[in-house]
């Protein structure tokens, strides 16, 4: 049994945003309250976080704050691992907590949190086991994570794909190799930030396009800017096979 939950599914600023009086931030709708994208993904109930924004604290505890063997990162932008000292009530195991990453993402945590990575470091920081990753498929315990390489605008960051899930954020656009990797996917969660375009995530139509090429059964949008409009105006105006993701949301993959 494989299942998703959707910590966050919102931009890098969140929803509502800080001072806006728009329509989705003035949202009394719970599906429009929207924190930094993250995800915990379950196999057989091994638990992995995909990205650890800065919401990680509130979103760990509202899920039930689960056991977690390691963490998936895209790529060092703030919204995606400013949560990572947070990790430090799982980081008290032999060698401390995996998380698996591209190269340049590990030489900016190591950057970020120089603590954690010192040689004799402060007693109850957290420590972190850091596997970098190339585009090949790698293993966290018996389960099998292909890396889905994607641009964010001129920075090549990573999606991830466990059978039959793809989970894709802050893509602005998708090499045709990586669309190979796509291929027979049942599950897309994808990014789409908005209506108009953005230089360096994907927009509606965008997500929409990439969605009816990969054919999957069914996608789930993420990563949403408040300019998305809320859920109930903008989901039903969508293909029969996408739905928008909102925090807290759970499924199935098959």
Known sequence: MMKLRFLGTGTSTGVPQI???CETCIST??????RRASAILSVGGVNILIDCGPDFRQQII????????AALLTHSHYDHVGGIDDLRPYCYRSGGFPLYCRHDVAEDLRNRVPYCFKE????????????EISD???MVGDIGILPLPVMHYKLPIVGFRVGKLAYITDA?????????RLEGVDTLVINALRKEQ???????DDALKVIDRVKPRIAYLTHLADKMGT??????????????AYDGLEIEIM
């Open 172 to 180: 602005k656009t998708i090499p045709e190799e990586t669309y190979e």
């Open 136 to 138: 090949e498929m790698f």
């Open 120 to 131: 004799h470091p402060y007693p109850g920081v957290p420590i972190f086991d850091i596997h």
């Open 29 to 34: 709708d719970a599906h429009d309250k929207r």
């Open 231 to 244: 859920q109930a105006e903008v989901e039903p105006t969508l293909p029969s096979n996408v739905r928008i």
């Open 19 to 21: 001072g806006c009086k």
């Open 62 to 69: 509202d899920a039930g704050a689960p056991e977690l063997v």
């Open 198 to 204: 953005h230089l360096s995530h994907m927009n509606l």
